[in-house]
């Protein structure tokens, strides 16, 4: 059964730093595209980052670029998402998706395959 399971979430204070984990199990991830996610209370899901299946290719959405870092570790078969400088409007669930379609990785959620449970960040003082 192939699935992903997110942890790392937790609650924060701004400017603070943490690192999020997309464990696969009952697949590879070698060749999957994964993409980061978030969803805050009463807004649409929002993709955040993506790594393509080589690790050569990232994409990063405007709001976390220079302090969001995704990353792979195909041989612990798990995706990394490190966050700094996080703000209030960071606050959300936080989930990973894996897609085997297209050449690279893409921010849209609608072209995920495969969806980890969500983790929790809160940014608060």
């Known amino acids: 059964q192939l699935q992903l399971v997110e942890s790392g979430g937790g609650l924060v204070q701004p400017g603070g730093s943490l690192r999020l984990s997309c464990a696969a199990s009952?697949?590879?991830?070698?060749?999957?595209?994964i993409g980061w996610f978030r969803q805050a209370p009463g807004k649409e899901r929002e993709g955040v980052s993506c790594?393509?299946?080589?690790?050569?290719?990232?994409d990063y959405a405007d709001s976390v670029k220079g302090r969001f870092t995704i990353s792979r570790d195909d041989a612990k078969n798990t995706v990394y998402l490190q966050m700094n400088g996080l703000k209030p409007e960071d606050t959300a669930i936080y989930y990973c998706?894996?897609?085997?379609?297209?050449?690279?990785?893409?921010?849209?959620?609608?072209?995920?395959?495969?969806w980890g449970q969500g983790t929790q960040v809160t940014v608060s003082s």
């Open positions: 009952g697949f590879t991830l070698d060749y999957y595209h």
């Open positions: 998706a894996a897609t085997i379609s297209f050449r690279l990785c893409v921010l849209s959620p609608g072209r995920y395959d495969y």
């Open positions: 790594i393509s299946r080589s690790g050569g290719s990232t």
